[in-house]
Every structure is written in C-alpha cells, then in structure tokens.
C-alpha cells in the first residue's frame, strides 16, 4: 500500500508540476463534474415537476438510485439514436453549433469556488472571463438556428439572439455590483469577503433577484424559453437536431442552468460559508480553532472543513435550481415583446439603479469594503457577543490574497 | 319586431313561397331573387347559422338558415339550381360567416358562388376529382387511381402574396 | 429619412433594387401544422410573417375530412349516432345529443322526462369536461404546463361517471333516438355528488394556478379582439361569441331539453379578447355545476329512459333542422328524410368550422405566440371542424 501511495504521490508531484497536465487534468474532472450534476439536475427536474403537478415521476429505472439511473438511461436513449443532417442544411455551422452551445457551458464551471481552497482554475478575473465565455452560446444558438434551413429553427435562432443580448446587459451589471461592493473579480476573493461579512448579502439581495431573472433569460428557462418555445416554434432551434447533437444542446441547457445557480449561491448567498454557523460548529461541535485557518494556504484548513462548504455549497446551488425549476413549472411563457420590454425597460434600469444604490452604500461604508482590498489588518470574522456566542479570532485569520502584487504564502 | 306576416308582405316579390312550420319560417325562392331576399332579411336576422345543398337526386336545393339574436327567430331559405354549373350570388358580403360555408357547398356540391372573394375547395384537396357530396359521386375503396397529387400550396401562396 | 438618400453617386447599380420606406421588410410565408404541437390535431395555419408579427392567416383544413355527411348517406338513422362521436371528440355526448334530437323531431317524439334530466345533466357533464381540456391545453399553449394536469385529474372523475353509464370513456354512444342507452347504475348520484365537491376545488385550483398569475393575463389580455357585432357575422358562437359581450346561448334562447326548467345565468365577458373568452369559460363550468345540482332532486323521480321507438326508423318524409349549444358553440344537425330507412341528406354545422372562419380576422397585426393564444381560445376540434 504504501508503494501504492508513493506512486500516487509522484504521479501528482509530476502533474502539478506541469502546468498543461494539471489543466487538462482540472478540465476533465470538471466535465465529469458538470456531467454527473446534469444527470442529478435532469432526475430532478423530473421529479419536481412531477410533484408540481401531482404526478409521481419517473420510477422504473433504479428506484432509489434513479437519480443516476433514469438520466443514464435518457442518455443512453439519445445516443443510440439517429443523427440526421436535413440535406439542405449548411453543414459545418449546423455541426458546429451544439460544441459552441455546449463548451462554454461547461468552461464556465473552473472558475467556481466549490469550498474554500477549491477552485479548478482560479482566475485573477474569475467574473469577467464568466461574461466572455457566456456570451458565445448565443453565437452558437443563432449558427443552430440559422444553419438547419428551417423557418422555425431561424425563428428560435433569431429569438435566442435577441433575448441572450438584451438580458446580457442586466446580468453584467448585477455582477458589477457585486464586483463594486468587493472591490474583486477573484470569485474565490467574493466568497471569502462574504464569508467574513455574511450581512453584505442583504445589500446584494436585490441584484441577487435582477441576477436571477436576467440568469434565467441567459439559459433560455420558461418563463423565458422563447427560443425553442415548443407550442410556438415546435422545438425553435433545435428542431432539426437529433440524437447525439440534440443530446448536447439538452446537456447545455441544463449545464447552464445549474451553473446559474451556482453563481447566484457564489455571488450573493455566500457561497460555500455558512452564515458563521459553519465557524460556530467548527468550533463548537468539532472543537477547532478557526483562528488558524488561512485562506491563502490550503493547508491550513482541515479537509473536513472544505468537504463540508463543498457540501453546503452543493445544497445551496440546488435550493437555487429548485426554485428556478419551480418557477418555470408554474409560470406561462411570456411573448417576445414582452421579453425584450421587461429586459430593457425594467430590468435594465433596475439594474443600473441597483449599481448605483450599491456604489453608494460602497461609499457609506468604506471601512467594510477597504479591508478587503488590504491584507492583513482586519479581524474579518466577526461574531458579536449579543447573540450569545464567544469572540473567535484573537488574531484572525490571514485574507486570501486579492492583489497580484502580494504573493500569497504557499503557491508554487 | 318582424312578424311572418309581415316579413312575406314585405318580401313577397322575391319569395316564391313560404310557411311557417314548428316555429321556423321557411322561405322559398330562386336563384334570381335570392340575393334581393338576403339582402332584406340581414338587418334583422344577424347571425348566419348554416348554409348548406341537398343533392335531392333531380337537381339540389340549396339551404341556408338564419338567426335573429334580437327575437330569437329563424329562418330558412331554399332554392332549387340545376344539378350541373349552378351558379348563385354569393351572400359572404352579408354575412362573413358564410364565406366558408359557401367554400364547403362548393367543394362538396360543386355550387358555385359568383363573387366570393376567395371560392377554393376547403374540405378535400386541390385537384380533386370531382365533387363528393353529390349522389352520382361513386366512392370506391378499391379504386387505385385514388392518387393524391402532389400539394403545391401555390394556391394558397398566391394568396398570400397578394397584397 | 429614406434609404435610398445614400445611394453613392458614382455606383450606378440598377439591378439593385435598394428598400424604401423607413425599414426595409421581407415577408416570410410559413406552414405551421398540419403537424405542430399547438395546432390541436391536423389543422394547418398558413402564415404570413414579418418578422414576428402577422401579416395574414390562411388556415387550411380538411385532414381529418371523413366524410362523415357521405358515410350517413348510406347508414340508416340510428347507425349514425355513433359517426356523431367523432365528430366533436372531445364532447361526443354533445354530438350525440344534436343528432338525436333532429331525429326526434323529424319522428315527432320526445324522450321521457326521465332521459331529459340525465340528457341535461350528462350536457353539463360533458360540457365541464370538454372546458377542461380546453383549460389544460390553453395553458400547454401559453407555455404553462401544470394546469393540464390537474384539468385532467376531475376530467378523469367526469369520465369515470360516462363509464358507469355507457361503457366508453371518448365516444360514448349514449343518447339513443327517443331516450338513452340505460337508466343511471346504483350509486351514480354518489359519485356525481363526490366529483362535485371535487371539481368545486378543482375549480380554485385551476384559478389559482391561472386566473391571477401576472404572465398568463399578459399573454392574453387585449389579444385576438373580435366585436360582438364582427363575432356574430362571423358566425362564431359558444364561448369564443359570448366572450364579446352577446348573450347568444340556445340554453336559453331556444331551450331544449331541460334548460327551460333550470335558473342560470348565461356567462358573458365584454373584453372580447383571449382573457374575455377564458373567463367565460371558467364562469360556464360553474354555471354548468348549478345547473346539475338543481338537477339532482330530479333524478329521484322514477320513469322511463327510453320512448319506444320502431327497430327500423322510417321517418316520414321531411326534414328537420336542431340545433343545441355544444360547449364549442351552436351544434346544427340538418336531416332531409324521404322516407326512406336512410336519410336522404344530414349535415352538421359545427361550431369550430364558423369559429375557425374567423381566425385571420382576430390575428391580424399580432404576434406569431398570440395565434397559438387565440387558436387555443377560440378551442376548435378538427373532428368537427373537417368532419
């Protein structure tokens, strides 16, 4: 076992230290990560809607397992079918099209901070490379809908391009407010800040719900499914595509969805922290001392720890998709117009209003959002004796590092 | 309020009989007249209920019932055309309701309707043989030359494309 | 400012013709259906579009055409009832009920007070439930999928109640010339009784999920406007008429049945759009709900559901014209007879023929959604429609 072990420890030593294979490493297993949260999110979606609409769902395949099982079996079903190509569709964009759909859906996932130290590529400008890679979907959409020579199809195409662009802006601009109020676009940095002030979600609470809304336009969810609108446009643009090809576009779909959600959880609801109840538990219940963790080392945090947030932040990001799921089996869909007007004319302003509420307080308040940019010289958790529970960190724990200029204790 | 006395007394030149029968007015006239009676019965019967043709055998009797919403009366018009290239004006200025109705008379009976905006076959297809609704019309299921011909659309296209 | 102002002076291009007026248009001619997922069966809409606005609707019907008039033809008079359930399937009892009621009249019989009541309340029955599906299938059209489902779970009860009497849960063949098929089961008053109570909540439900949600009235407040006065010379009726403000309801303007004996009041709206034509709707299920409370006492009473009809109808010769208030509008059933055991001519006038007539009317200048919309509230049956 031990020569196991040694093995295992060289081939990692070998593959960190080589920056190509680590990344292609950290790619697949977040595409195996995106992959097994699809097929939780597909069983899921499932299943609530079932229990929306008083019917039981799918039970066949797996009973307790069928979360795996059934979605399995989906796929499975959508593989082995047949891959048509209309003869007059424009052949490279029509092939094209589900891989521009689908590799940003899944790119966007090594920019999330699963739990404390773990994220799969953690980016200086994590947020800003979200809003470029989630921008070429809609470029893939259009190429689907224009490519397979089908009224409908350019219909959903045309559609797509139209809301994707407009709800673009308002969902920037929710982000922005975050990115204001943090002083980061490190999403690890927007975690950890909200961890250390848990309260700085209710300022983000209302573009939390801007977010949302213009989030479910940018994964095309009903009340916001124009652009494959099945009443209206049969299946819009993907009507052409099956098998392996539709299977794609379905794996985005619900990719994006989830992802969504994620980022909503990461960007205003803390993330993977808990409120402090996971630093009171640690301490409490596990008998820690949070006062040594640091952010900025991995090391010093206990694996437990990180596997909790893993999970909280799981939980989380599924609360999140449950209600989006729940919206959009109780809500009709809205018309066209409807939708470029609500994005431009109430979102869009909302939107900007909410940035400037946001500066604002960002200026009420600089002793909050300046720490934050600084190192070393706030205690950033801060539970207060009024509600009962003991001061944590005499000498608190070191902030992640949020400027290039200040080595982070640790990295290679 | 119209009475039957008094819709025959003012209608009398263009009917050539009428009665009443279990509540119904039923009015008789012929293709000449016709469309001077339905123009004098639109101001009070508002509502086209039904427009149809009975192949009677020797010739067909084209029917078309009317409402009145206000006194909740109706009325039945027939008339008799010869069984092959009857004409009759059309009556879908009046009542827009009987712009299909008369499509179907035409489509089923081969009736047709001078003046109608837009007289195609609703029912059955473009280029069918014949018109199914009349008695001399043989339905055989085991004829084989029961060919649809390829659908052009371009009637509907024309259509479409006028402006 | 036209286009045409920034034609290059020295490019001479005449084969090009550039676009005037404010914004160049291209329409584009588009066939929805005969296989689309809101078309509610084999009806083909011929669109022409501009962008996403609606220029022109040309629907084209006829796919489901069995020549059900031609079939009756050559079947004697009670051989055609069961035809009469496919025509409108979605409410057979209705169907079967105009066609019998012509018959009668031409015979001169009427069926026993007894098969009257249960004729009256099976029309309401069957009404709620066809309102059902329409319900359930307007909301799969708007996108909103969850009415459907609960739509259909009462439609199931109502069914379940058809069943007991008849057999079929579709094409019932119930009402028979001079009566109906059988006298009600034991306990059939029960169940009726259980699925009132049950629908009552259905009913709350189904508005609670619909009637107040912000997107569903934005989807179809103010669309597919049609006048009471355009309504009725377009010879719509039913629902899609009385969602314009007329009154027009042969329940009570040319009663048959037992509806003379029966208080309702007749549903109306005065908004004439989708929102106007759904309220109706949902005010008639509970109309028709009182209608068969104030009906149930009556089903005490002992009698025949049957007139004794000859087993070989040879009705004198004549003709007949009943016309009854299907849930889709004014049912006519014309039937010419020479005395022969087959009827010389019978033609149904069906409510979503006239309804669908005007469907370019109500579309023009609106979106390609709001045509699903308003061809879910105008709720045609292609059964009917091409016959």
């Known amino acids: 076992m031990d020569a196991l072990r040694n093995l295992a420890h060289i081939i990692w030593y070998f593959i960190a230290a080589h920056e190509v294979l680590r990344s292609f490493v950290v790619a697949v297993c977040s595409l195996v990560f995106m992959l097994v949260i699809v097929l939780i999110a597909i069983w899921m979606e499932r299943k609530v809607s079932a229990d929306i609409q008083n019917r039981i769902g799918p039970i066949r395949t797996g009973g307790l397992l069928g979360f795996v099982l059934q979605s399995m079996a989906d796929a499975l079903k959508l593989l082995l079918k047949e891959d048509l190509r209309p003869a007059g569709a424009d052949k490279w964009p029509f092939v094209v099209a589900p891989y521009l759909v689908f590799v940003p859906a899944f790119l966007v996932y090594l920019i999330l901070p699963f739990s404390a130290t773990w994220v799969p590529q953690d980016l200086k400008i994590g947020i800003l490379f979200y809003s470029a890679v989630s921008a070429v979907p809609a470029l893939g959409i259009a190429m689907a809908g224009w490519s397979s020579n089908n009224k409908w199809s350019l219909l959903g195409g045309l559609r797509a391009a139209a809301q994707l662009i407009s709800y673009e802006l308002p969902l920037g601009l929710a982000i922005l407010a975050v990115v204001l109020l943090y002083g980061t676009l490190e999403m690890k940095g927007i975690v950890a800040a909200q961890w250390q002030h848990w309260w700085m979600d209710l300022i983000t609470l209302p573009a939390l719900l801007i977010f949302l809304v213009a989030g479910m336009a940018e994964v095309s969810r009903a009340p916001f499914d124009l652009p494959e609108a099945e009443s209206e446009l049969v299946a819009g643009f993907n009507t052409e595509y099956s098998g392996m090809r539709f299977a794609t576009f379905f794996l985005a779909e619900f990719s994006a969805s989830f992802f969504i959600s994620a980022l909503a959880v990461t960007l205003f609801v803390g993330g993977w922290s808990l409120w402090g109840v996971d630093i009171w538990f640690a301490q409490h219940v596990l008998h820690m001392d949070p006062s040594t963790w640091n952010l900025a080392a991995p090391a010093s945090i206990p694996f437990i720890m990180k596997a909790f947030w893993f999970f909280v932040f799981l939980a989380k990001s599924f609360v999140v998709l449950w209600i989006l799921m729940w919206l959009k089996w109780t809500m009709p869909r809205l018309r066209i117009d409807q939708v470029l007007n609500f994005g431009w004319k109430i979102l869009l302003p909302a939107a900007l209003l909410n940035l400037l509420l946001v500066s604002g307080i960002g200026a009420v308040l600089p002793r909050l959002s300046k720490p934050l940019t600084a190192t070393q010289d706030v205690a950033p958790i801060h539970i207060d004796d009024s509600v009962g529970l003991a001061p944590v960190a005499q000498t608190p724990p070191p902030l992640p590092p949020l400027r290039d200029d200040v080595p982070a204790p640790g990295t290679p | ?163 | 400012m036209p286009l045409r102002d920034f034609r290059i002076p020295e490019f001479d291009a005449p084969e090009v013709q550039l676009p005037t007026g404010e914004l160049a248009h291209e329409t584009t001619i588009v066939s929805m259906g005969p296989q689309h997922p809101s078309t509610h069966g084999v009806l083909r809409l011929m669109l022409k579009l501009d962008g996403e606005s609606v220029l022109q609707v040309v629907p084209v019907i006829g796919y489901l055409h069995r020549g059900t008039e031609k079939i009756a033809e050559k079947r004697s008079y009670a051989m055609i009832v069961p035809y009469t359930d496919r025509l409108d399937y979605i409410s057979s009892m209705y169907m079967n009920l105009g066609y019998v009621r012509a018959v009668e009249g031409l015979l001169g019989i009427e069926a026993p007070p007894r098969a009257r009541v249960i004729r009256t309340i099976l029309g309401e029955l069957q009404r709620i439930a066809s309102h059902l599906v329409w319900l359930g299938t307007f909301g799969l059209d708007l996108g909103a999928w969850t009415a459907f489902i609960y739509c259909f779970r009462e439609r199931e009860l109502i069914l379940d109640l058809f069943e007991q009497i008849c057999g079929a849960r579709l094409t019932y063949n119930a009402i028979r010339i001079g009566g109906i098929v059988a006298d009600l089961p034991a306990g059939w008053e029960d169940g009726l009784r259980a699925y009132l109570t049950a629908q009552e909540q259905g009913l709350r439900d189904y508005e609670g999920l619909l009637t107040g949600n912000p997107v569903f009235r934005a989807r179809i407040e103010g669309i597919g406007v049609i006048s009471a006065a355009d309504a009725l010379n377009w010879g719509l009726s039913g629902p899609s008429l009385r969602g314009s403000g007329s009154t027009f309801d042969l329940r009570k303007d040319d009663p048959y049945e037992c509806y003379g004996e029966v208080d309702f009041h007749v549903a109306t709206a005065d908004s004439g759009d989708c929102l106007g034509r759904y309220e109706v709707r949902i005010q008639e299920m509970h109309e028709s709900l009182s209608i068969i409370r104030q009906l149930l006492p009556r089903l005490q009473e002992p009698g025949e559901v049957q007139t004794k009809v000859p087993r070989v109808l040879k009705p004198p010769a004549g003709e007949f014209y009943a016309h009854v208030e299907a849930p889709r509008g004014i049912f006519g059933v014309y039937v010419v007879s020479d005395g022969s055991a087959n009827p010389v001519r019978v033609r149904f006038r069906s409510p979503s023929f006239a309804n669908l007539s005007a469907l370019n009317t109500m579309c023009a200048g609106m979106k390609l959604a709001d045509v699903v919309a308003i061809l879910g509230s105008i709720d045609i049956v292609l059964g009917e429609v091409d016959r």
């Not at chain 2, 919403?69 to 009857?86: D, K």
């Not at chain 2, 059309?90 to 499509?103: H, I, P």
């Open chain 2, 1 to 163: 309020m119209t009475t039957f006395a008094q819709l025959t007394h003012d209608q009398r030149a263009h009917l050539t009989g009428s009665e009443e029968a279990g509540g119904v007015w039923c009015l008789t006239t012929d293709p000449r007249k016709v469309r001077a009676l339905l123009e004098g019965l639109r101001p009070a019967f508002d509502y086209p209920e039904d427009l149809t043709c009975i192949d009677t055998g020797g010739e067909l009797r084209v029917f078309c019932r009317l409402w009145s919403t206000a006194q909740r009366q109706a009325v039945h018009v027939s008339l008799t055309i010869p069984r092959s290239r009857g004409h009759l004006p059309t009556a879908s200025d009046l009542w827009r309701g009987y712009e299909w109705q008369e499509r179907e008379v035409f489509d089923l009976f081969g009736v047709q309707f001078d003046g109608h905006p837009d007289l195609r076959r609703i029912l059955t297809w473009e280029g069918f043989p014949g018109h199914p609704l009349l008695k001399d019309f043989v339905v055989d299921n085991d004829d084989s030359s029961w060919e649809i011909p390829e659908q052009t659309d371009q009637e509907i296209i024309d259509l479409l494309s006028r402006e």
